[in-house]
């Protein structure tokens, strides 16, 4: 899979613009600020119908503009393709592959990509929440099915915290209607994860083992806020679980447990990454993108999209050298960068693009030799 071409109208910074792209390697280069991340965005965009970065569709739009267009033109198992998305400050996105209106929900597993910006470095570190949201991404991208059950997940459980709040006194048969309905859509979102996490885990530890030189195992764990031995009791330990949460859950009108409140936890030779040096934080989140460019390959027999937002300049050259290695596997990656200088071990045969403000002029004959 590659992208050939990406035209942008009106989106962020980029009036009306057109990029070709020839080989594997595309950098982008300029200072902080300069329009090098909203490229990525709109790829990303391309590819699942909406931002990594916002969920305003505004936020997209150029200061004044209604509309923002985005096309990207790719070949997928040697066919070319043309995803086509106009945004719109007010109103649904309309969606176009091959000129054919779609969903938003049909567009996806159409490009794959794997992101990776210094935001991912805090994955181990930060809140549940990032956790989720890595977990949401990169499982939706590949399972379009996970999608649609999260949602009609999170569609249930905002009815059942807003029943919550509105009532001081409940119908408990009605929240009992309510607590079904998040038992059966809740089951499915954590049946999925927990199948997304075995898969990645496995590459993730060829990964992981390979840049720490055999000295570390990584394992990854799923923290379920539902108490669950064997998956075939996942749904009678749920149904216990909001029963017994259920006098919290009126005192403090929300939801206690469920899939909105899992988490996930990684190891390094049993031991909490947490508690790991900045190093080893850095090699499980590499292992983990080097994981997922695996287990997309595995499931689709097709080359994820690479797109590297800033994120050389925080690897060391060993983990720098260990992600290089991958890239040149034929993935076509996109690299932003505000700095050419720790770029040395890239191939000759890249294309580098300068971008000021919204400007993009292609550059010729750079030299990385030290």
């Known amino acids: ?131 989720r949201k890595f977990i949401d991404i990169e499982l939706g991208q590949i ?38 309905q998040l038992i059966d859509f809740g089951c499915r979102v ?26 570390e195992k990584l394992t990854i764990k799923y923290l379920s806020s539902v108490p669950f031995s064997r998956l075939e009791d996942l749904e009678a330990s749920f149904r216990s679980a909001l029963s017994e949460s259920r006098r919290r859950d009126l005192f403090k009108k929300n939801t206690g447990v469920g899939p909105h409140r899992d988490d996930i936890n990684f190891f390094i030779n049993e031991m909490d990454a947490g508690f790991g040096s900045q190093g080893q934080h850095r090699s499980v989140v590499l292992s983990l993108k080097l994981a997922e460019i695996k287990l997309i390959e595995s499931l689709t027999k097709d080359t994820p999209i690479l797109l590297l937002d800033d994120v050389m300049s925080e690897l060391d050259n060993m983990r720098q050298l260990k992600l290089l290695e991958t890239i040149s596997q034929n993935i076509q990656t996109f690299i932003t960068t505000t700095s050419l200088d720790h770029l040395h071990n890239l191939p000759e045969d890249i294309n580098i693009f300068q971008i000021s403000q919204g400007v993009i002029k292609k550059e010729e004959n750079i030299n990385f030799t030290d």
Not at 190 to 215: C, N, P, V
């Open 1 to 131: 899979m590659r992208i050939d071409s990406l035209q942008l109208f009106q989106f962020r910074n980029y009036k009306d613009v057109t990029i070709q792209f020839n080989p594997e390697i595309i950098v982008l280069h300029g200072t902080n600020g300069a329009g090098k991340t909203n490229i990525l965005e709109s790829i990303y965009v391309g590819t699942i119908g909406k931002s990594h970065r916002t969920n305003d569709t505004s936020d997209m739009l150029m200061f004044n503009a209604e509309e923002a267009g985005i096309v990207v033109k790719f070949e997928k198992k040697d066919t070319p393709q043309k995803v086509n998305i106009k945004l719109f400050r007010q109103g649904p996105k309309d969606i176009r592959l091959n000129d054919t209106k779609i969903s938003q929900k049909e567009l996806i597993g159409t490009l794959n990509t794997v992101i990776f910006c210094p935001e991912d470095l805090q994955l181990i570190k930060g809140a549940p929440a990032l956790r």
């Open 143 to 180: 399972k379009p099915i996970y999608l649609a059950d999260l949602s009609s997940y999170n569609h249930v459980l905002k009815q059942r915290n807003a029943y919550l709040k509105a009532n001081d006194k409940v119908d408990e048969t009605f929240l009992s209607v309510l607590d079904e």
């Open 190 to 215: 954590m049946q999925h994860r927990l199948d997304f996490i075995e898969k990645l885990e496995g590459f993730a530890q060829e990964s992981h083992s390979d840049i720490s030189q055999g000295k």
